[in-house]
C-alpha cells in the first residue's frame, strides 16, 4: 500500500523559512513524477513545484526563487524548502507522486504565514 505522509508545516513569521518533507513507502523510487501542491481557504487547489523523473524541476511563477524542490531516493523523501514566505503562501500544502499513471497523494500539512 502506497503511502505518502507530508511533515514540516506550521507558523512562521513573513520573511521566514520551513522545509516540508514527504515520505513516500510501498513505492520504490523512480519512474515517477513528484511534486507539491497548495490551497489556500477558498481557493483551489494549486501546483507549487514539481520533479521529473530526469530530475528537472518545475516551478510556479508565484514561488520561483523563493522555494526549492528535491527528492532524497536513499530516504524516499521529497522535500519543499521554503524561503523568504509570504502571508499569500498560507495554505495546505499537499505531496502528490504519479506513477506509471496511478495518482497518490498525501494527507496534507497546514503552513500559516503572519504577518
Known amino acids: 500500500q502506497v503511502q505518502l505522509v507530508e511533515s514540516g508545516g506550521g507558523l512562521v513569521q513573513a520573511g521566514g523559512s520551513l522545509r516540508l518533507a514527504c515520505a513516500v513507502s510501498?513505492?520504490?523510487?523512480?519512474?515517477?513524477?513528484m511534486g507539491w501542491y497548495r490551497q489556500a481557504a477558498g481557493k483551489q487547489r494549486e501546483l507549487v513545484a514539481f520533479v521529473d523523473p530526469a530530475g528537472t524541476t518545475n516551478y510556479a511563477e508565484s514561488v520561483k526563487g523563493r522555494f526549492t524542490i528535491s527528492t532524497d531516493n536513499a530516504k524516499n523523501t521529497m522535500y519543499l524548502q521554503m524561503n523568504t514566505l509570504k502571508p499569500e503562501d498560507t495554505a495546505v500544502y499537499f505531496c502528490?507522486?504519479?506513477?506509471?499513471?496511478?495518482?497518490?497523494w498525501g494527507q496534507g500539512t497546514q503552513v500559516t504565514v503572519s504577518s
Open positions: 502528490n507522486v504519479v506513477r506509471f499513471g496511478n495518482d497518490y
Open positions: 510501498g513505492m520504490p523510487s523512480g519512474s515517477r513524477v
